[in-house]
């Protein structure tokens, strides 16, 4: 049983916190800008590499320089949106889509150009974990990590429901002719979008590189069970995102578990087919996500 | 006015191509630079580049200097296709060092490098598949396929009196080659493989493969993967977790970096495997020694050794050719690679030059392994067995 | 640069073209007829090169196969199992509006990946299936034989396109177009949508999968690193976007223009001052990422772009 | 007296195609005007022109005696206009009091408190589900959220399409008697409706539209009474 947690729900939820930071934008641009955004895991890459950088030049914990990669991911998802995605906003948004796998390619090979593609670690060395209770064993970084994750959720909740901002989001989400229609500033709206999607894919890149190491491919190979996370949690929904990014780790990692005898119940080889089952299973059954969301 | 300069800028480049020398001889660099393998590329550019460089230094090719020309497959069989078809149509090199990984090295291979007659080498290429292509002669490699180093590592962990190990490797060719021979080959011996699982590449969490690999509680975890890849991570995290302590590794774990992150006290007790050379391998210090030199940073990474010496030896062909007649390459790789000869190392191209000249008979023992190409051109090799000293790797024992 | 090199350049250039053609044919009657964005090409493609593959080759103790079947047979093969597959998927998603059935594709490629690398005894995963045949591949060697596919790849070409064409023009490709063009008056007309689509699907990725078995014929030899996403799923998109979707000529020509730009790219960023040499590949990746933002704002009809107007719903 | 909104020669329509031509129409303060019209007639497209959603080809706009043409909606709300569309008027997942108060955000009353008192005193229904997403609410209540979110910008001008669509005729009634507090409230209404005859008869004001031309103006009273309007328009013999 301590086995289960220790190697089973704790990694689950480290990398459930990662793809619920990183799915939250994808809901929300789903939500308000209506479209895939293809490009959202290599977002996460540039914001990842941003604190990289910053360790090279200031050597503090990772987590300290976190403005740093949220202040990169922020420029370069404005400046895309601003010369890729609002030329084509008046068109179906299926071209948004393409555009958007294409940013990811351009995202990704600059990130190869600046950064090379090799493999490079923000912290080296063995980080022995925390032992609670004598069997309970939690890395610093997983723990922190989840609380980040927790309060993060917390405060895009307050901010969502109180602020006039974040319920002008969910206005632009809910409606957006209407808000049109009640002189909200759509384009504001989408720019604050682009920020506090950007911000979180920069945290979760940062946390998926700590936790093993920045590659050119990290984000881009997070993207889809990030999809899940969205669809989960019903498009629209950002709360319903971190719900559905925890929901999909878990189910990741504890679908390896010896659930019905000795045996792994899913091969681990086929971990990240999990994320789609679910997806798919959802878009049979309902299609609306757990939470309500918008059937598109 | 744009278009102008469009055309200006196109020009500039097409002259620049121009630019070389008549007497100036190219090399094919085919690397599997974007794509599923990108993060080792960079060092083994580096070490591509290192040996071009020591040729230049040291007398240059033929008449001429050599100028290396890069072809990406983008790890992809489509463009390792079309990449080699350049460098044989476009670039019209003589011989051609590379790919990387098996996949692209046999596409390509066979759809551009053997109908043109063009010989390729590669560093890296272990699939068993290489060695029954209707090659013409054509196809060399100079690593032994994964059958060999698979069974070498089963003896080696046998005669460390390990009989009920864990073992999981990465789901791709190199993994999966050496992977499947050495389950095959230790259970062949009597060892009893407690658990075996195939793992995904770049993903950030290995705890539930580790906690199925450890439950059953064998000797020693056997890691078939990459340290800058998911070998590190596996062998970090099952460290972290307290569920292994001795793992055994190939020469894909056998890296510097693996000793910089874990740290040469939790090794303390681990083994590697790696392809060497015969007797204690000066040589390989010498590269490494050259290459920090050069690049400033450690050597001891995967592959760095084999893509010097695939580069060195496609070189050393050109000039035993005598010209850059493709029809004579294979010829002159077989004669510079194979004893007898002169035994000539890494970095030593003006005593090769020289002996070339002079019309004496050379034979290529590089960092990795001394590379005698069998009928199928593929090698025989030797494989070391290592263990972590202070910060580096030493070599303990040689198993052929 | 001999004159014979550029020759076989150019015919290597237009084998590789040919094929994409017939991906970017398939892609059109799937998007540019039907309005599905499939985004999981990639995949298709791959279980129509594996089974065209499988079924060719010689018999083999590591993978399944063994047939030995004349190469026609194993492209009709292709067909067949891409379809069936592409059935499965639609079944699931077609109703759903697009980026559903993008993300979905997306997915379904990853697990046919996830199936090709893992389950050896079917594909011999990452190994790989050596001794593909290739079609009159005792006739002529060496360079020479690159010219007999050329005609074998550009005959499927042509043929796909006759298809596609009368596809196009038929009772059924109009009906196909209302819909793409406003879904709700053509379900309001009595059209059953999701059935129409259906068959779009299904016969988009029939048409992947003979892509895919052209290319493991060509290559002689299939891992998976024959069906890198990238080169199979994103080149066809910017091929069928700067074509322009919904032509069939378009879809052709798309395929060729762009294959040469991304292939002779190359040419030119080699050339590159040394520093960059090395890493003059991303920005070949970099650049066709800006080719296709500038094809997709300012060149957005394509080459050739669809006769008629598209009326747009909105 | 002049009009608080008058509109001259206004030309518009999608895609280059024009659905109004040269539509004249003045409103006058306090005034409570109706246009009505047969499907297709523009009429909803002459709403939205005004409220600067569909892109003017031709003509202009003047509010209060100031010039509007060429404005956009977001700078329109805060001169005193909104707007209640037709359909999908509320945003469903918002809580009642959450899309009230974004009908505050274009144009921030120096009294948010005591404008939501008002609104809710003008709709007592909403003020127990204030806290329940306006989604889950009836038709005709929806339309309450939507006309109070409106309202929330304390505007001059209230632009309604249809009001009472999809309502059943208890509820119309309700939406009409509303229409004349709103107006006692010193708010000036121009409204699409296909009732016609019920609209009329509140109205101050009737303006037919055919065929994206004006067709007829005058008194509520008046254009009920008329001959080719009840003909064409109202159903056969006066009421």
Same mark, same amino acid.
């Given at each position: 049983?301590?086995?289960?947690?220790?190697?089973?729900?704790?990694?689950?939820?480290?990398?459930?916190?990662?793809?619920?930071?990183?799915?939250?934008?994808?809901?929300?641009?789903?939500?308000?800008?209506?479209?895939?955004?293809?490009?959202?895991?290599?977002?996460?890459?540039?914001?990842?590499?941003?604190?990289?950088?910053?360790?090279?030049?200031?050597?503090?914990?990772?987590?300290?320089?976190?403005?740093?990669?949220?202040?990169?991911?922020?420029?370069?998802?404005?400046?895309?949106?601003?010369?890729?995605?609002?030329?084509?906003?008046?068109?179906?948004?299926?071209?948004?889509?393409?555009?958007?796998?294409?940013?990811?390619?351009?995202?990704?090979?600059?990130?190869?150009?600046?950064?090379?593609?090799?493999?490079?670690?923000?912290?080296?060395?063995?980080?022995?974990?925390?032992?609670?209770?004598?069997?309970?064993?939690?890395?610093?970084?997983?723990?922190?990590?989840?609380?980040?994750?927790?309060?993060?959720?917390?405060?895009?909740?307050?901010?969502?429901?109180?602020?006039?901002?974040?319920?002008?989001?969910?206005?632009?989400?809910?409606?957006?002719?209407?808000?049109?229609?009640?002189?909200?500033?759509?384009?504001?709206?989408?720019?604050?979008?682009?920020?506090?999607?950007?911000?979180?894919?920069?945290?979760?890149?940062?946390?998926?590189?700590?936790?093993?190491?920045?590659?050119?491919?990290?984000?881009?190979?997070?993207?889809?069970?990030?999809?899940?996370?969205?669809?989960?949690?019903?498009?629209?929904?950002?709360?319903?995102?971190?719900?559905?990014?925890?929901?999909?780790?878990?189910?990741?990692?504890?679908?390896?578990?010896?659930?019905?005898?000795?045996?792994?119940?899913?091969?681990?080889?086929?971990?990240?087919?999990?994320?789609?089952?679910?997806?798919?299973?959802?878009?049979?059954?309902?299609?609306?996500?757990?939470?309500?969301?918008?059937?598109? | 006015?744009?278009?102008?300069?469009?055309?200006?800028?196109?020009?500039?480049?097409?002259?620049?191509?121009?630019?070389?020398?008549?007497?100036?001889?190219?090399?094919?660099?085919?690397?599997?630079?974007?794509?599923?393998?990108?993060?080792?590329?960079?060092?083994?550019?580096?070490?591509?580049?290192?040996?071009?460089?020591?040729?230049?230094?040291?007398?240059?090719?033929?008449?001429?200097?050599?100028?290396?020309?890069?072809?990406?497959?983008?790890?992809?069989?489509? #463009?390792? &296709?079309? /990449?080699?078809? @350049?460098?044989?149509?476009?670039? !019209?090199?003589?011989?051609?060092?590379? +790919?990387?990984? %098996?996949?692209?090295?046999?596409?390509?291979?066979?759809?551009?490098?053997?109908?043109?007659?063009?010989?390729?080498?590669?560093?890296?290429?272990?699939?068993?598949?290489?060695?029954?292509?209707?090659?013409?002669?054509?196809?060399?490699?100079?690593?032994?396929?994964?059958?060999?180093?698979?069974?070498?590592?089963?003896?080696?962990?046998?005669?460390?009196?390990?009989?009920?190990?864990?073992?999981?490797?990465?789901?791709?060719?190199?993994?999966?080659?050496?992977?499947?021979?050495?389950?095959?080959?230790?259970?062949?011996?009597? #060892?009893? &493989?407690? /658990?075996?699982? @195939?793992?995904?590449?770049?993903? !950030?969490?290995?705890?539930?493969?580790? +906690?199925?690999? %450890?439950?059953?509680?064998?000797?020693?975890?056997?890691?078939?993967?990459?340290?800058?890849?998911?070998?590190?991570?596996?062998?970090?995290?099952?460290?972290?977790?307290?569920?292994?302590?001795?793992?055994?590794?190939?020469?894909?774990?056998?890296?510097?970096?693996?000793?910089?992150?874990?740290?040469?006290?939790?090794?303390?007790?681990?083994?590697?495997?790696?392809?060497?050379?015969?007797?204690?391998?000066?040589?390989?210090?010498?590269?490494?020694?050259?290459?920090?030199?050069?690049?400033?940073?450690?050597?001891?990474?995967?592959?760095?050794?084999?893509?010097?010496?695939?580069?060195?030896?496609?070189?050393?062909?050109?000039?035993?050719?005598?010209?850059?007649?493709?029809?004579?390459?294979?010829?002159?790789?077989?004669?510079?690679?194979?004893?007898?000869?002169?035994?000539?190392?890494?970095?030593?191209?003006?005593?090769?030059?020289?002996?070339?000249?002079?019309?004496?008979?050379?034979?290529?023992?590089?960092?990795?392994?001394?590379?005698?190409?069998?009928?199928?051109?593929?090698?025989?090799?030797?494989?070391?067995?290592?263990?972590?000293?202070?910060?580096?790797?030493?070599?303990?024992?040689?198993?052929? | 640069?001999?004159?014979?090199?550029?020759?076989?350049?150019?015919?290597?250039?237009?084998?590789?073209?040919?094929?994409?053609?017939?991906?970017?044919?398939?892609?059109?009657?799937?998007?540019?007829?039907?309005?599905?964005?499939?985004?999981?090409?990639?995949?298709?493609?791959?279980?129509?090169?594996?089974?065209?593959?499988?079924?060719?080759?010689?018999?083999?103790?590591?993978?399944?196969?063994?047939?030995?079947?004349?190469?026609?047979?194993?492209?009709?093969?292709?067909?067949?199992?891409?379809?069936?597959?592409?059935?499965?998927?639609?079944?699931?998603?077609?109703?759903?509006?697009?980026?559903?059935?993008?993300?979905?594709?997306?997915?379904?490629?990853?697990?046919?990946?996830?199936?090709?690398?893992?389950?050896?005894?079917?594909?011999?995963?990452?190994?790989?299936?050596?001794?593909?045949?290739?079609?009159?591949?005792?006739?002529?060697?060496?360079?020479?034989?690159?010219?007999?596919?050329?005609?074998?790849?550009?005959?499927?070409?042509?043929?796909?396109?006759?298809?596609?064409?009368?596809?196009?023009?038929?009772?059924?490709?109009?009906?196909?177009?209302?819909?793409?063009?406003?879904?709700?008056?053509?379900?309001?007309?009595?059209?059953?949508?999701?059935?129409?689509?259906?068959?779009?699907?299904?016969?988009?990725?029939?048409?992947?999968?003979?892509?895919?078995?052209?290319?493991?014929?060509?290559?002689?030899?299939?891992?998976?690193?024959?069906?890198?996403?990238?080169?199979?799923?994103?080149?066809?998109?910017?091929?069928?976007?700067?074509?322009?979707?919904?032509?069939?000529?378009?879809?052709?020509?798309?395929?060729?223009?762009?294959?040469?730009?991304?292939?002779?790219?190359?040419?030119?960023?080699?050339?590159?001052?040394?520093?960059?040499?090395?890493?003059?590949?991303?920005?070949?990746?970099?650049?066709?990422?800006?080719?296709?933002?500038?094809?997709?704002?300012?060149?957005?009809?394509?080459?050739?772009?669809?006769?008629?107007?598209?009326?747009?719903?909105? | 007296?002049?009009?608080?909104?008058?509109?001259?020669?206004?030309?518009?329509?999608?895609?280059?195609?024009?659905?109004?031509?040269?539509?004249?129409?003045?409103?006058?303060?306090?005034?409570?005007?109706?246009?009505?019209?047969?499907?297709?007639?523009?009429?909803?497209?002459?709403?939205?022109?005004?409220?600067?959603?569909?892109?003017?080809?031709?003509?202009?706009?003047?509010?209060?005696?100031?010039?509007?043409?060429?404005?956009?909606?977001?700078?329109?709300?805060?001169?005193?206009?909104?707007?209640?569309?037709?359909?999908?008027?509320?945003?469903?997942?918002?809580?009642?009091?959450?899309?009230?108060?974004?009908?505050?955000?274009?144009?921030?009353?120096?009294?948010?408190?005591?404008?939501?008192?008002?609104?809710?005193?003008?709709?007592?229904?909403?003020?127990?589900?204030?806290?329940?997403?306006?989604?889950?609410?009836?038709?005709?209540?929806?339309?309450?959220?939507?006309?109070?979110?409106?309202?929330?910008?304390?505007?001059?001008?209230?632009?309604?399409?249809?009001?009472?669509?999809?309502?059943?005729?208890?509820?119309?009634?309700?939406?009409?008697?509303?229409?004349?507090?709103?107006?006692?409230?010193?708010?000036?209404?121009?409204?699409?409706?296909?009732?016609?005859?019920?609209?009329?008869?509140?109205?101050?004001?009737?303006?037919?539209?055919?065929?994206?031309?004006?067709?007829?103006?005058?008194?509520?009273?008046?254009?009920?009474?008329?001959?080719?309007?009840?003909?064409?328009?109202?159903?056969?013999?006066?009421?």
């Amino acid at each position: 049983m301590i086995d289960f947690i220790n190697l089973y729900l704790v990694p689950g939820l480290t990398i459930g916190s990662v793809y619920a930071l990183g799915a939250v934008g994808i809901s929300m641009i789903f939500g308000i800008l209506r479209f895939a955004h293809f490009a959202h895991g290599d977002l996460m890459t540039i914001g990842g590499y941003g604190v990289l950088t910053a360790v090279w030049f200031i050597p503090v914990h990772p987590l300290l320089l976190l403005p740093f990669g949220i202040a990169l991911a922020i420029v370069s998802a404005l400046a895309v949106d601003q010369f890729f995605y609002k030329p084509l906003r008046k068109l179906p948004t299926i071209y948004t889509v393409i555009a958007s796998f294409g940013v990811a390619l351009i995202f990704r090979s600059l990130a190869q150009l600046f950064w090379s593609s090799g493999n490079q670690v923000f912290i080296s060395g063995v980080r022995m974990p925390v032992v609670l209770f004598d069997t309970f064993r939690i890395s610093e970084l997983h723990m922190q990590v989840i609380i980040l994750t927790l309060i993060i959720a917390i405060a895009l909740h307050f901010f969502l429901t109180r602020s006039k901002l974040g319920r002008a989001m969910r206005a632009v989400s809910d409606e957006p002719e209407l808000a049109a229609v009640a002189g909200l500033d759509t384009e504001r709206v989408i720019r604050w979008t682009w920020v506090i999607g950007a911000s979180m894919a920069a945290t979760a890149g940062v946390f998926a590189g700590m936790d093993t190491s920045m590659h050119p491919n990290l984000g881009w190979n997070l993207l889809l069970a990030m999809f899940a996370a969205a669809v989960l949690g019903g498009i629209g929904k950002p709360m319903g995102a971190i719900a559905g990014g925890l929901i999909i780790g878990i189910a990741e990692e504890t679908a390896t578990f010896t659930w019905l005898s000795d045996e792994p119940l899913i091969s681990p080889s086929y971990k990240s087919a999990v994320a789609f089952f679910i997806m798919v299973a959802l878009l049979l059954f309902r299609p609306q996500g757990l939470f309500k969301g918008r059937l598109l | 006015m744009k278009k102008t300069t469009y055309a200006l800028a196109v020009a500039a480049l097409l002259a620049s191509s121009a630019a070389t020398l008549a007497a100036d001889t190219k090399i094919g660099l085919l690397m599997d630079i974007t794509g599923p393998i990108a993060s080792f590329i960079p060092p083994l550019q580096n070490a591509a580049n290192l040996a071009v460089s020591h040729v230049n230094d040291q007398g240059g090719l033929l008449d001429g200097q050599a100028v290396a020309v890069y072809g990406d497959t983008t790890g992809s069989s489509q #463009g390792a &296709v079309d /990449a080699a078809g @350049k460098l044989i149509n476009i670039e !019209n090199v003589p011989i051609i060092m590379g +790919a990387l990984m %098996s996949g692209t090295t046999i596409a390509s291979a066979e759809a551009a490098a053997i109908p043109a007659g063009v010989v390729q080498i590669s560093p890296t290429a272990t699939s068993p598949a290489m060695t029954g292509i209707k090659d013409n002669d054509l196809l060399y490699r100079i690593v032994p396929s994964d059958n060999f180093q698979g069974e070498v590592l089963a003896k080696m962990v046998m005669d460390e009196g390990l009989t009920k190990v864990a073992v999981t490797f990465v789901n791709n060719d190199y993994g999966v080659g050496i992977g499947g021979t050495f389950v095959e080959a230790y259970k062949a011996l009597g #060892g009893e &493989v407690v /658990a075996e699982v @195939k793992h995904e590449e770049k993903k !950030n969490s290995y705890r539930s493969e580790l +906690a199925t690999l %450890s439950k059953a509680g064998g000797d020693a975890l056997v890691v078939i993967a990459y340290a800058g890849d998911s070998g590190g991570k596996i062998v970090k995290q099952a460290i972290e977790g307290g569920l292994f302590t001795k793992f055994v590794g190939t020469d894909g774990l056998r890296d510097e970096a693996l000793i910089a992150d874990i740290g040469a006290e939790a090794l303390a007790t681990s083994f590697f495997s790696a392809p060497t050379s015969p007797a204690d391998n000066p040589n390989q210090a010498k590269l490494h020694e050259l290459y920090t030199a050069a690049y400033s940073e450690p050597a001891d990474k995967p592959f760095v050794d084999q893509t010097y010496d695939a580069t060195f030896l496609a070189l050393l062909a050109i000039e035993q050719a005598g010209s850059a007649d493709r029809a004579k390459m294979a010829e002159a790789l077989r004669a510079i690679a194979s004893a007898p000869g002169e035994k000539v190392g890494p970095g030593e191209w003006e005593k090769a030059k020289a002996l070339i000249k002079d019309g004496k008979d050379i034979d290529y023992d590089g960092a990795g392994g001394s590379y005698d190409f069998d009928e199928n051109g593929d090698v025989a090799g030797f494989i070391g067995k290592f263990v972590v000293d202070g910060t580096v790797y030493k070599q303990i024992a040689i198993v052929e | 640069m001999e004159m014979t090199g550029l020759l076989f350049y150019l015919v290597s250039v237009l084998i590789a073209g040919g094929i994409y053609a017939v991906l970017c044919l398939a892609l059109n009657v799937q998007w540019g007829m039907g309005g599905l964005f499939n985004a999981g090409i990639a995949g298709f493609f791959a279980v129509g090169a594996y089974a065209s593959a499988i079924v060719t080759t010689a018999v083999s103790s590591k993978h399944l196969g063994g047939f030995g079947l004349p190469i026609p047979v194993g492209l009709l093969a292709a067909m067949i199992v891409a379809g069936v597959t592409g059935w499965v998927v639609a079944k699931i998603c077609v109703r759903l509006k697009s980026d559903y059935l993008a993300m979905a594709s997306v997915g379904i490629a990853e697990i046919l990946r996830l199936v090709i690398v893992n389950e050896s005894w079917l594909t011999n995963g990452s190994l790989g299936i050596a001794g593909v045949p290739r079609p009159f591949g005792d006739l002529v060697h060496g360079r020479e034989a690159d010219l007999l596919y050329l005609a074998v790849v550009w005959f499927c070409v042509l043929s796909v396109y006759i298809l596609c064409q009368r596809l196009y023009l038929s009772p059924w490709g109009r009906t196909l177009r209302a819909i793409r063009d406003n879904e709700d008056s053509a379900r309001a007309a009595g059209k059953d949508v999701d059935w129409f689509r259906l068959q779009t699907f299904v016969i988009g990725c029939a048409i992947m999968g003979l892509a895919g078995g052209l290319s493991a014929h060509y290559f002689k030899f299939l891992s998976p690193s024959a069906t890198e996403p990238l080169l199979v799923t994103f080149l066809v998109w910017v091929m069928l976007m700067a074509g322009g979707s919904g032509n069939n000529r378009g879809a052709i020509v798309g395929a060729l223009v762009i294959w040469f730009i991304w292939s002779a790219t190359e040419i030119f960023t080699s050339r590159l001052p040394p520093e960059w040499v090395t890493r003059s590949s991303y920005i070949r990746m970099l650049l066709v990422g800006l080719l296709l933002q500038f094809v997709l704002q300012k060149f957005r009809s394509g080459l050739l772009p669809e006769k008629s107007p598209k009326i747009r719903s909105d | 007296m002049s009009a608080l909104l008058s509109v001259k020669g206004l030309v518009a329509g999608y895609g280059g195609v024009p659905i109004i031509e040269g539509i004249n129409l003045d409103v006058q303060d306090h005034e409570i005007s109706v246009i009505i019209g047969p499907n297709g007639a523009g009429k909803s497209t002459l709403l939205k022109t005004i409220f600067a959603l569909t892109a003017r080809s031709e003509g202009g706009i003047d509010f209060a005696g100031k010039d509007i043409t060429g404005l956009k909606t977001a700078e329109l709300v805060p001169l005193g206009i909104s707007m209640v569309p037709q359909s999908r008027n509320v945003f469903p997942t918002l809580t009642v009091d959450e899309n009230l108060d974004v009908g505050t955000y274009a144009a921030p009353p120096k009294d948010k408190e005591a404008v939501r008192e008002s609104v809710l005193a003008l709709f007592p229904d909403l003020r127990d589900k204030l806290g329940q997403p306006a989604g889950e609410l009836s038709g005709g209540q929806r339309q309450m959220v939507a006309m109070g979110r409106a309202l929330m910008s304390e505007p001059k001008l209230l632009l309604l399409d249809e009001p009472t669509a999809g309502l059943s005729p208890a509820y119309l009634e309700i939406i009409f008697d509303l229409l004349l507090d709103i107006r006692k409230r010193g708010v000036t209404i121009l409204m699409v409706e296909q009732n016609a005859k019920q609209a009329l008869r509140i109205a101050d004001n009737g303006h037919v539209l055919v065929s994206g031309k004006n067709f007829i103006s005058g008194a509520g009273e008046a254009l009920l009474n008329d001959d080719a309007v009840r003909r064409s328009f109202l159903g056969g013999a006066a009421a």
